[in-house]
């Protein structure tokens, strides 16, 4: 008797998991829409975001010159940068660098590195910080005491100063780059992760998922997972910003993107010799960099809102 009325619950609880309707996570996914929709300013951030995008993946058509390209007409007879107000310099929508090069070319290349570097650099972080903030929340015990306390001394040093060590060890190229702000970047996530997995792993759908004898990766695939996807999406963009900040520092101090590959953190370094006599050297590349950066923060910000609507009540949005 005892035997039969386990079964019978287990079938309960069982058919209970099963019951939610198909359509309830594109329901979600359009309330979010909708919401993320009705923002104007996470709107704007994600048309940038998508010009932006469109510019890095189309910049052999839309660069008029080749960002290499030293042109003889690309000085003037004094050896300073052209700009882009003097009548034969037409062709140079934004003057030139100190080396001749049409600086508009460059800035439109300058996107393609840092957009690869941002996105592919917090997909590193988001993976490792998700891993190991999950495995340390849903496993605890010893493991999850070594794995936060290695967060925490991660999180000890300064991120900008750890970049430029592990960037010192190694060869400095795109590929470091993206290893090392990847590298540095995780323990954030992995925190914010953790906490809410030792929320998680106590509610009642985690609970019955063992009582019908789930295995402990079917729980975290299937039940623990999703919940977490909201977070690791809205952490993939605001993280986006915060790493090409950082490649865009790491190229200004010259040890990031080597020349002659365009940097926008490379061009105001080389730049800021002619601060006076050719401003825009800094302004434009400096203008791409807050731009970028302050779309992304919107898209994030906008995401945010749509995905976890309690959290702007709560703050009072």
Not at 97 to 117: C, E, K, M, Q
Not at 187 to 197: E, F, L, M, N, S
Not at 270 to 288: T, V
């Given at each position: 008797?005892?035997?039969?009325?386990?079964?019978?619950?287990?079938?309960t609880?069982?058919?209970?998991?099963?019951?939610v309707?198909?359509?309830?996570?594109?329901?979600?996914?359009?309330?979010?829409?909708?919401?993320?929709?009705?923002?104007?300013?996470?709107?704007?951030?994600?048309?940038?975001?998508?010009?932006?995008?469109?510019?890095?993946?189309?910049?052999?058509?839309?660069?008029?010159?080749?960002?290499?390209?030293?042109?003889?007409?690309?000085?003037?007879?004094?050896?300073?940068?052209?700009?882009?107000?003097?009548?034969?310099?037409?062709?140079?929508?934004?003057?030139?660098?100190?080396?001749?090069?049409?600086?508009?070319?460059?800035i439109?290349?300058?996107?393609?590195?840092?957009?690869?570097?941002?996105v592919?650099?917090?997909?590193?972080?988001?993976?490792?910080?998700?891993?190991?903030?999950?495995?340390?929340?849903?496993?605890?015990g010893?493991?999850?005491?070594?794995?936060?306390?290695?967060?925490?001394?991660?999180?000890?040093?300064?991120?900008?100063?750890?970049?430029?060590?592990?960037?010192?060890?190694?060869?400095?190229?795109?590929?470091?780059?993206?290893?090392?702000?990847?590298?540095?970047?995780?323990?954030?996530?992995?925190?914010?992760?953790?906490?809410?997995?030792?929320?998680?792993?106590?509610?009642?759908?985690?609970?019955?998922?063992?009582?019908?004898?789930?295995?402990?990766?079917?729980?975290?695939?299937?039940?623990?997972?999703?919940?977490?996807?909201p977070?690791?999406?809205?952490w993939?963009?605001?993280?986006?910003?915060?790493?090409?900040?950082?490649?865009a520092?790491?190229?200004?101090?010259?040890?990031?993107?080597?020349?002659?590959?365009?940097?926008?953190?490379?061009?105001?370094?080389?730049?800021?010799?002619?601060?006076r006599?050719?401003?825009?050297?800094?302004?434009?590349?400096?203008?791409?960099?807050?731009?970028?950066?302050?779309?992304?923060?919107?898209?994030?910000?906008?995401?945010?809102?749509?995905?976890?609507?309690?959290?702007?009540?709560?703050?009072?949005?």
């Amino acid at each position: 008797m005892a035997v039969e009325n386990l079964q019978q619950g287990q079938a309960t609880v069982a058919n209970a998991l099963r019951a939610v309707p198909p359509s309830r996570g594109q329901s979600m996914l359009v309330l979010a829409w909708r919401r993320f929709r009705r923002d104007r300013m996470a709107m704007a951030g994600a048309f940038i975001v998508f010009v932006l995008v469109g510019v890095a993946v189309f910049a052999p058509y839309i660069a008029p010159h080749d960002p290499a390209e030293q042109f003889d007409d690309g000085l003037t007879m004094q050896g300073l940068p052209v700009p882009s107000t003097l009548p034969h310099s037409t062709r140079f929508i934004l003057g030139t660098d100190a080396n001749g090069r049409d600086l508009f070319s460059r800035i439109v290349y300058g996107a393609r590195v840092s957009l690869t570097v941002g996105v592919l650099a917090n997909l590193v972080a988001v993976s490792i910080g998700t891993l190991l903030g999950a495995i340390a929340g849903y496993v605890q015990g010893w493991v999850g005491v070594v794995i936060m306390r290695f967060t925490e001394m991660m999180m000890a040093f300064p991120t900008l100063l750890l970049a430029i060590a592990l960037v010192a060890i190694l060869r400095p190229s795109m590929w470091i780059i993206i290893f090392v702000i990847g590298a540095v970047y995780w323990t954030w996530i992995a925190r914010v992760i953790y906490g809410q997995v030792l929320s998680l792993r106590t509610r009642e759908f985690i609970e019955a998922a063992r009582c019908v004898g789930a295995k402990e990766s079917r729980i975290i695939m299937r039940h623990l997972l999703p919940h977490l996807v909201p977070t690791m999406i809205v952490w993939g963009s605001l993280g986006i910003a915060t790493n090409v900040m950082l490649e865009a520092s790491l190229s200004y101090l010259g040890i990031g993107v080597q020349p002659p590959t365009p940097s926008w953190g490379g061009m105001i370094q080389q730049g800021q010799e002619f601060y006076r006599s050719a401003p825009w050297l800094i302004l434009y590349p400096g203008l791409a960099i807050m731009l970028t950066v302050f779309a992304f923060n919107l898209l994030g910000d906008g995401l945010r809102d749509a995905l976890d609507p309690a959290q702007r009540k709560s703050i009072g949005g």
